[in-house]
């Protein structure tokens, strides 16, 4: 009899020898994984390889996905495909967000490997399909815009609250936020191509009275493997964001909350795990990939700045290959 193929999501690597044992005497066999990131490559390689997978079980805590909104992510792409929710950290809340997720079944720690095989024997067996790709339509003539950050200091003499509005309605610019830290302004910058937000730096942000020093960081592309952009997509997808739409940012909520522009200095051997890790980060607004004196850059907020700190130490510092990180809270210019 061929045994039922199981994905388990969870960084417990005891909990995961014990369930691989005790499962595969049930009839059922496990395929770990010790992060959301790797259960998703994991996914991604099933669906390519056209391999069965008949159930995915996810711990609500890993090291770098929540769980519920990878379970979220799950059942969009794979409606079919049964997951088991399980937590060491049970509530009736918890449960009842992983129902409204459409979790198949929800499981407390502990629990035994035949309590989790009773389980996934009562739910029905199917073998999921392919969610339908969507083909983007590259409109014929629509010219992409390019993006670039650009760090500004100024003399102490500088009247920085006139400067200010003059960059926040110049053209080109999409943003203009003060800063507390290493820079008195921090802008994103947009045009055509990278000479005219260039000329757009030189022949007048340059020129403006009072201006010491410009930083000037272009947004790259991450080069990435063509799965991992494959994820990024769906996780576009299930999460409802709008691609492309830098002004979704830009809301009303956004001064109702602490925000920080963090820019980091990563090993950059190591962005296929970084990157996606960062961007599906619940406090990760936006995140870019940099060329210049930072490798990236992350728009990130939270109730408050000892919250943003929180999660930098807590998600950010402890990931492979992050080198250096650099925080620049942003504040509202009469607070300066």
């Known amino acids: 009899m061929k045994e039922k193929k199981i994905l388990l999501i969870d960084d417990e690597s005891s909990l995961q020898r014990s369930l691989a044992l005790g499962l595969l005497q049930k ?3 496990t395929e770990s994984c010790e992060s959301g990131m790797c259960g998703l490559k994991t996914l991604e390689a099933f669906k390519q390889k056209q391999k069965d997978l008949n159930y995915v079980v996810v711990d609500v805590r890993l090291p770098d996905i929540d769980g519920l909104k ?15 929710v399980i937590t060491g950290y049970g509530s009736d809340a918890t449960e009842a967000d992983a129902r409204s997720q459409k979790a198949d079944a929800y499981l407390e720690k502990p629990f035994t490997a035949e309590e989790l095989a009773n389980i996934l024997n009562d739910l029905p067996l ?11 339509q590259e409109i014929p003539g629509e010219k992409k815009a ?31 936020d003060a800063l507390k830290g290493d820079h008195d302004l921090g802008l994103l910058l947009q045009a055509e191509t990278l000479s005219d937000i260039q000329a757009l730096v030189e022949n007048k942000i340059h020129k403006l009275p ?5 930083v000037f960081l272009p947004v790259e592309s991450p080069h990435l493997p ?42 950059k051997d190591k962005l296929e795990t970084i990157y996606p890790t960062l961007y599906m980060n619940d406090h990760v607004v936006s995140s870019d990939c940099l060329h210049g004196k930072y490798d990236m850059v992350l728009l990130m907020q939270g109730a408050s700045f000892a919250e943003i700190d929180r999660v930098i130490q807590s998600k950010i510092k402890p990931l492979d290959g992050v080198l250096r990180i650099k925080e620049t809270p942003i504040i509202k210019l009469f607070e300066m």
Not at 71 to 76: A, S
Not at 148 to 174: G, P, R
Not at 250 to 257: D, E, G, P, V
């Open 27 to 29: 009839g059922f066999e």
């Open 70 to 84: 990878l379970l979220k992510v799950i059942k969009f792409n794979y409606p079919e495909l049964p997951v088991v």
């Open 126 to 136: 199917k073998t999921p399909a392919d969610a339908p790709q969507e083909m983007e």
């Open 146 to 176: 390019v993006s670039a950050y650009a760090l500004l200091n100024f003399a102490s003499e500088a009247n920085l609250t006139d400067i200010y509005q003059e960059l926040y309605f110049m053209d080109n610019v999409l943003y203009c």
């Open 210 to 214: 009072g201006v010491r020093e410009v």
């Open 226 to 267: 063509e799965s991992v952009g494959n994820i990024i997509g769906t996780v576009d997808k299930a999460l409802g964001r709008e691609k492309g739409n830098p002004e979704a940012v830009n809301n009303a909520n956004f001064w109702k909350s602490a925000s920080s522009y963090v820019f980091l200095e990563i090993d």
